[in-house]
């Protein structure tokens, strides 16, 4: 039986348990995910591809390359609170409902992220400057961590069956529009702006589109129903305590989740956010023209991402995860070499080809973590394990890498963290099971 529609335009409450939603139900669902991970993004994007600008007004006392590792020691402490976050919102998730929590942690989100633009520079109120905007970022890394694992448990449980890794790929799809987004709004800036209005205030704008956009997802979120999944185990039984069962029983698969999260969280910020910074800074690449090729990158990571949540859905999660790994293994370190010696033309399409290896591990795993954990603790383990990995791998890529760099002296020192990253992600999928075919868990 079709699940019907009241008149408020959201699911009946009497086909609250029946897994089969409408078009327009589907449609809904797909658009409240997209947009909490869209404005998540577009604020890391904005912050990384005008990083050397924020270190500037922040840190204007520091040399370049001290102020530049100052401004993403700040990008990178402020994902020590995600597992924390992680934690809270998944037992949120999971006690009260998926809904409840994304509609909250985007509110809260895209103020943090509007605030930053509110924040004097070093110029104006000294150190102070610098704290503020640490304690603004931690705000929002908190806020954000249970927007990609509430996003991904809701569309995974609402998707029909066969369809899942096409409807969770939404995710990471719309992680990387928020970064197109963000780079293509930093290029206009970086090209129509001069240095001092872009220090002055230019660099303030795009923060400011937070606040709007936040609501619109709000609104999106809070006309729909809770997921069908969750609203069955309401019916049979609500556990008051997801964390405790949690880490009692399901630490097997807390390990392999956060295994395989470690080449996601190292390859997405190293080649998506970090990218720019380092074509312009370490190969003398224009930023103008980094944040073009950055550009046509995500473009095509983009197209790439929900073909292989397709290709997952046939082919299952653990052979296309395993590929990943081992391509991102082989190919890394060349590919990052001849980054050092072909034009623009070269660099665009070693990124493309970058991006493309990339997808095969987003594109799936969003709907791997989904279907490893059951319903009972969805939400908390895959939060709990997703942030866990960025925290650590993920927010502190940037600054890893560019002190690599540093203490090595080799532009190759990125890529062989991105191998090592490839290499943990392997060995956990191959002590995982395939997950494709079986309906989602509830226990």
């Known amino acids: 039986m079709p699940m019907t529609i009241d008149p408020a335009g959201t699911p009946s409450a009497v086909e609250r348990g029946n897994p089969t939603a409408t078009p327009t139900v589907l449609r809904r669902v797909v658009a409240a995910s997209f947009i909490g991970n869209f404005v998540e993004w577009f604020d890391y994007a904005v912050y990384g591809y005008l990083a050397t600008v924020i270190a500037r007004v922040f840190f204007p006392d520091s040399s370049p390359a001290t102020g530049l590792l100052a401004t993403f020691a700040v990008f990178a402490i402020s994902f020590v609170i995600r597992p924390v976050g992680g934690l809270v919102w998944g037992h949120f998730g999971d006690r009260i409902g998926r809904r409840t929590a994304l509609s909250l942690s985007i509110l809260i989100m895209s103020t943090a992220t509007f605030c930053i633009a509110l924040i004097p520079g070093h110029d104006q109120i000294g150190i102070l400057a ?45 992680t990387a529009a928020g970064l197109l987004f963000g780079s293509l709004l930093a290029a206009l800036l970086s090209g129509v702006l001069t240095g001092d209005q872009l220090d002055s205030w230019g660099w303030r704008l795009p923060f400011l589109l937070a606040a709007p956009l936040g609501l619109i997802g709000r609104y999106i979120r809070l006309k729909l129903e809770d997921t069908p999944k969750f609203h069955e185990l309401e019916l049979r039984e609500q556990s008051n ?70 290709l997952s859905d046939r082919f299952g999660r653990k052979r296309v995860l395993i590929a990943a790994s081992i391509l991102f293994a082989v190919l890394t370190v060349p590919l990052f070499a001849a ?60 600054f890893v890498a560019t002190l690599l760099i540093r203490l090595t002296g080799s532009d190759l020192a990125p890529a062989w963290y991105l191998v090592a990253a490839a290499l943990v992600a392997m060995g956990a999928m191959a002590l995982a099971r395939e997950t494709a075919d079986a309906p989602l868990a509830d226990d």
């Open 130 to 174: 610098p704290v503020l905007l640490l304690i603004v970022r931690m705000v929002q890394g908190f806020s954000a961590s249970g927007e990609y694992a509430g996003a991904s448990a809701f569309l995974a449980e609402y998707a029909p069956e066969g369809r899942r890794g096409l409807y969770t790929s939404v995710v990471p799809a719309s």
């Open 241 to 310: 305590a997801p964390l405790r069962i949690l880490f009692t029983e399901h630490r097997r698969a807390i390990a392999i989740a956060f295994g395989v999260t470690c080449l996601n969280a190292v390859g997405f910020y190293l080649l998506l956010s970090y990218m720019p910074t380092y074509l312009s800074t370490r190969l003398g690449v224009g930023e103008t023209a980094s944040f073009v090729a950055s550009a046509i990158t995500l473009t095509c990571y983009i197209g790439f991402i929900f073909g292989m949540g397709r």
């Open 339 to 398: 980054l050092g010696v072909v034009g623009i033309v070269g660099i665009v399409l070693i990124q493309i080809v970058l991006s493309a290896l990339l997808t095969m591990n987003d594109g799936t795993l969003p709907v791997f973590l989904a279907e490893i954990f059951p319903t009972r603790v969805r939400y908390s383990g895959f939060a709990f394990s997703f942030n866990t990995a960025n925290a650590l791998f993920g927010g502190t890529a940037p």
